[in-house]
C-alpha cells in the first residue's frame, strides 16, 4: 500500500460510487423471444462492420471513434427458434416488454426513487461490435433514490432500464463473433453518487442492493447476470471505471489497487515536470534498429524477426520511471489495447530476455538518448510495430497529464486498461420506439404489492417458524425461501429446523438443477412420515440425480423397503441373553445394530421408539 493511502480513508476525500447492471427475468425487452442462453451449435452467421455517427449535438464520441479505428469485423451466431429480427436490427424495435418494466419500477420504488411520468429510451453509441445496431438502447426510469448504510446514506440519482449487449464468444485482432442469444435481455441499471466513504461501505452497499434485487424474486441469478462497476478517483486524479467486478470480496483490495495507481501517476507526472520535461521534448521519431539486433542471442527477438523488424523511440527524462511496474504496465497495456501487441521491451529492464550490455548500449547511441532519458523497443511487423510505438509516444506524453479518465477492467484485485471513458457524446434520442407512460394506477398497484426485503424475511421466518436468525438468514439469502414455506405448510412432525438444514445441506444439488422443487418436496414428505430418515437424503438425491424417481429410490432399498418391526423382533431374539444382562440399557446398542443393518433407511427417532418398546415387553415376560 502506497504511504498516504490511510490518508484519504481518514480525511474521506477519496470518491467511490458504482453502478449495478441486473439481469430481468422476463423475456426480451424489444422483441418476444426467449431470455435464455445456449451452448448448442448456432444455426446461422452473419457478419457486419459498424461506424461511429454523430450525437444529436453533432459530436462523435472519442471512444467510438478509438473502436472504429481498429477496423474489426463482427461475426454474429443466432438460432431458428429463438433469434429474431429485432436481435439481427432487420426489424424495429417492439414494446418495450410490460414485466420488464413493472419489474425495474419495482426495484425502483424499493430504492426509494422518484418515477418518471414517461419513459424515453436513447441510444448509446457502441461500436465494439456488442450491439448489431451500433448502439445500445437505454432510459431513465426513476431519479433521486437512495440507501441507507451503516457508514451513511448514498444518493442514488438514476436507475435506468436497457438491453443487455451481445455475448462474446471468440476475438482476434481482426474478428470478434458474438452469440445474440443475450442480446436484449433487460437490465437494470442503478447508479450511486460518490457519497461512498471506504472501500468497506462499497462491498457492503453492492450486497445489499444485491440482495434487494433478488429480493424482489424477478431478476435472473447466476454467473453473469449481475455486474459492478466501481468509479473511484482521488484529488489530482480522475474517475476510473472499473468493470467486470464479480465477487462482491474483491472490492475493497481493487480500490485500494486504484487508489495506489492513481496516486503513483501523480507522483509521476511531478516528476517529469519538475525536469520540465514537456509533450514538445517527446518527438514522434521512430528509428529502426534491426541491424543492431542481426545476430542477438534474443530468443524473442530472432523470433520476431523472421516477419519483421525491431523499431524504438526515445523518451526524453523518462529513465527510471518505466521500471517498477506502473508507467510500464500502464504503456504496455496501452500498446496492447491499440495495436495488439503483447509486449514491449524498455530500457529501465535491460538487459534481460536474452539483450546485452552491449546491444543496449548500441540501442542508446543510435537514438541519442542522454542521462535521464529512456528507450522503448518493438519487435514486430513494420506497420504493427510503428502502430504500437505511436501508441507508447501517446500514452507517454499523458502521464504529463497524471491520471487520466479511462474504463478498466477488474483481473482479480488489480486492473487493466481498456479504452477511455465514454462521454455524453455518443447519446442521441431513439426515434423507433413510443414514450411508454407511467400512470398512477400502475405505481400504486406496484406499491400496494412491494416484496419483502431479506431482513424483513428472515425477522418474519424467525418469529413465525421459531427457526434461528443464522438459519433463517442462510435460507432467504440463498434463495431458498419460497421451497422452505412451501414445505413448512407440508410437514407435520418433522421439525422446520430440520427441514432447513437439510435444504441447505442439499444446495449444490439445486444450485446445478439437478433436483427439481417436486422430487424434493417428495424426499422430504418420506422423512416427515418416517419412511426414511434424514441421513439417507443424499443418496436419495443421488440416485435421483442419475434418473430415478424418488419411488424407484426408495424401493430399490436406496431410502425404504425396511420393515422395522421385524427387523427388531429378529435382532433381539438373536441378543436375548444380551438383553436379559443389560435390562433397559441395551436399547441403545440393540438400536445401533438397527440402524446399522437400515442403513441409514428408517428415521433414527423411529427406531428408538420401536427399539424401547419391543425391550419393555420382551423384558416384561
Known amino acids: 500500500m502506497f504511504p498516504g493511502l490511510m490518508c484519504f480513508y481518514g480525511e474521506k476525500i477519496m470518491k467511490i460510487g458504482f453502478e449495478i447492471h441486473q439481469q430481468l427475468d422476463t423475456k426480451k425487452l424489444f422483441c418476444n423471444s426467449p431470455s435464455q442462453l445456449r451452448d448448442d451449435k448456432a444455426d446461422f452467421e452473419v457478419r457486419r462492420r459498424l461506424r461511429p455517427t454523430q450525437s444529436e449535438l453533432g459530436v462523435v464520441d472519442d471512444a467510438a471513434m478509438k473502436e472504429f479505428l481498429k477496423g474489426k469485423s463482427f461475426v454474429y451466431q443466432g438460432y431458428n427458434d429463438s433469434i429474431c429480427l429485432v436481435e439481427l436490427d432487420e ?39 456488442s450491439n448489431t445496431s451500433g448502439f445500445q438502447r437505454t432510459a431513465v426510469i426513476a431519479f433521486d433514490g437512495y440507501l441507507d448504510t451503516d457508514e451513511g446514506r448514498i444518493k442514488i440519482p438514476t436507475i435506468c432500464l436497457e438491453e443487455e449487449a451481445c455475448r462474446k464468444i471468440t476475438g482476434d485482432d481482426n474478428t470478434t463473433t458474438y452469440s445474440l ?35 424482489t424474486g424477478r431478476v435472473k441469478r447466476g454467473i453473469g447476470t449481475i455486474r459492478q462497476d466501481i468509479n473511484v478517483s482521488i484529488p489530482e486524479g480522475a474517475r476510473a471505471e472499473i468493470k467486470g467486478v464479480q465477487d462482491l470480496n474483491t472490492i475493497p483490495r481493487l ?111 543510435a537514438l ?72 398512477e394506477e400502475l405505481l400504486t398497484r406496484l406499491r400496494a404489492n412491494l416484496p419483502e426485503t431479506y431482513e424483513e424475511k428472515e425477522t418474519r421466518f424467525a418469529k413465525n417458524y421459531n427457526v434461528g436468525r443464522e438459519l433463517s438468514g442462510a435460507i432467504v439469502r440463498k434463495g431458498y425461501a419460497p421451497l422452505f414455506e412451501e414445505l413448512a405448510g407440508v410437514v407435520k412432525t418433522l421439525p422446520l429446523t430440520t427441514v432447513a438444514s437439510i435444504i441447505l445441506d442439499s444446495s449444490k444439488h439445486f444450485m446445478a438443477q439437478w433436483i427439481m422443487p417436486d422430487d424434493f418436496r417428495q424426499v422430504i414428505i418420506a422423512v416427515d412420515e418416517g419412511r426414511i430418515s434424514k441421513e439417507a437424503v443424499p443418496k436419495i438425491l443421488e440416485a435421483v440425480k442419475s434418473g430415478k424417481t424418488v419411488d424407484e429410490a426408495i424401493s430399490e432399498g436406496l431410502g425404504g423397503g425396511v420393515d422395522l418391526e421385524s427387523l427388531v423382533d429378529r435382532l ?41 418398546k419391543k425391550i419393555e415387553e420382551f423384558l416384561a415376560q
Do not use: C, W
Open 255 to 365: 480500490i485500494e489497487t486504484e487508489v495506489e495507481r492513481q496516486q503513483g501517476l501523480v507522483e509521476i507526472r511531478d516528476r517529469l515536470v519538475e525536469q520540465e520535461i514537456h509533450a514538445s521534448r517527446i518527438t514522434s521519431e521512430i528509428y529502426d534498429l534491426t541491424e543492431i539486433f542481426k545476430n542477438t542471442e534474443s530468443k524473442v527477438i530472432k523470433s520476431q524477426l523472421k516477419k519483421g523488424r525491431v523499431l524504438g523511440v526515445r523518451l526524453r527524462g523518462f529513465a527510471g520511471l518505466l521500471g517498477g511496474g506502473l508507467l510500464g504496465r500502464e504503456i504496455a497495456q496501452s500498446v496492447k489495447v491499440h495495436a495488439g501487441v503483447r509486449g514491449i521491451f524498455h530500457s529501465d529492464e535491460l538487459p534481460a530476455y536474452g539483450i546485452t550490455e552491449e546491444d543496449v548500449s548500441a540501442v542508446h547511441t
Open 181 to 215: 442469444d443475450r442480446l436484449g435481455i433487460p437490465l437494470v441499471e442503478i447508479t450511486t453518487d460518490p457519497d461512498i466513504k471506504s472501500p468497506r461501505q462499497a462491498r457492503d452497499a453492492t450486497l445489499t442492493v444485491g440482495e434487494l434485487l433478488r429480493a
Open 572 to 612: 433381539i431374539a438373536e441378543k436375548a441373553d444380551f438383553i436379559k444382562e443389560k435390562g433397559e440399557f441395551a436399547v441403545k446398542p440393540i438400536m445401533g445394530l438397527v440402524m446399522k443393518e437400515a442403513r441409514g433407511r428408517v428415521d433414527g427417532k423411529l427406531v428408538n421408539e420401536a427399539v424401547k
Open 91 to 129: 426489424e424495429p424495435p417492439q414494446g418495450p416488454n410490460e414485466e420488464a418494466v413493472e419489474a425495474a419500477l419495482t426495484i425502483a420504488l424499493l430504492l426509494n426513487a422518484r418515477i418518471v411520468d414517461e419513459i424515453h429510451f436513447m441510444r448509446k453509441l457502441v461500436i465494439d461490435g
Open 368 to 439: 541519442g538518448t542522454g542521462e535521464g532519458d529512456a528507450f522503448v523497443l518493438v519487435a514486430e511487423k513494420e506497420g504493427k510495430a510503428r502502430k504500437a510505438l505511436e501508441a507508447v509516444l501517446g500514452r507517454a506524453r499523458l502521464a504529463l497529464k497524471g491520471v487520466l479518465e479511462e474504463t478498466r477492467m477488474a483481473r482479480d484485485t488489480k486492473t487493466e486498461y481498456m479504452r477511455p471513458l465514454p462521454g455524453a457524446a455518443r447519446m442521441y434520442p431513439e426515434t423507433d420506439i413510443l414514450p411508454y407512460v407511467v400512470s
